[in-house]
């Protein structure tokens, strides 16, 4: 099993900054690809950013391409998603996920994704 945490949510204006972290431990954390999504009120969950176990790749959404970044430190066990530029839009509840390194599941599924923080929450207010 492999736990998740995230912090680093809250309140902002628009065009502001966030970063999120997400403490992982359970497991050699180096195994896991990992990913953000986000949940709105009312609408599915969906996804944000991922990173592959070795750092050197990562996806994006179209919505967030250019002002979001994510990144991972493996000696830390943490993923981190810089976000600037903000927007009322980006407000939702954000999750950390974890999936296994091997297989070839897709990174923009939820459905990949093995281990689920229980998330924080970002207000971009305008």
């Known amino acids: 099993q492999v736990q998740l945490v995230e912090s680093g949510g809250g309140l902002v204006q628009a065009g502001g900054s966030l970063r999120l972290s997400c403490a992982a431990s359970?497991?050699?954390?180096?195994?896991?690809?990992m990913g953000w999504f986000r949940q709105a009120p009312g609408k599915e969950r969906e996804f944000v950013a991922a990173?592959?176990?070795?750092?050197?790749?990562?996806y994006y959404a179209d919505s967030v391409k250019g002002r979001f970044t994510i990144s991972r430190d493996n000696a830390k066990n943490t993923v981190y998603l810089q976000m600037n530029k903000l927007k009322p839009e980006d407000t939702a509840v954000y999750y950390c996920?974890?999936?296994?390194?091997?297989?070839?599941?897709?990174?923009?599924?939820?459905?990949?994704?093995?281990?689920w923080g229980q998330g924080t929450q970002v207000t971009v207010s305008s």
């Open positions: 996920a974890g999936k296994s390194r091997w297989g070839l599941s897709s990174e923009v599924e939820v459905s990949s994704y093995n281990y």
């Open positions: 990173i592959k176990w070795t750092g050197g790749s990562t």
């Open positions: 359970g497991r050699t954390f180096s195994n896991y690809d």
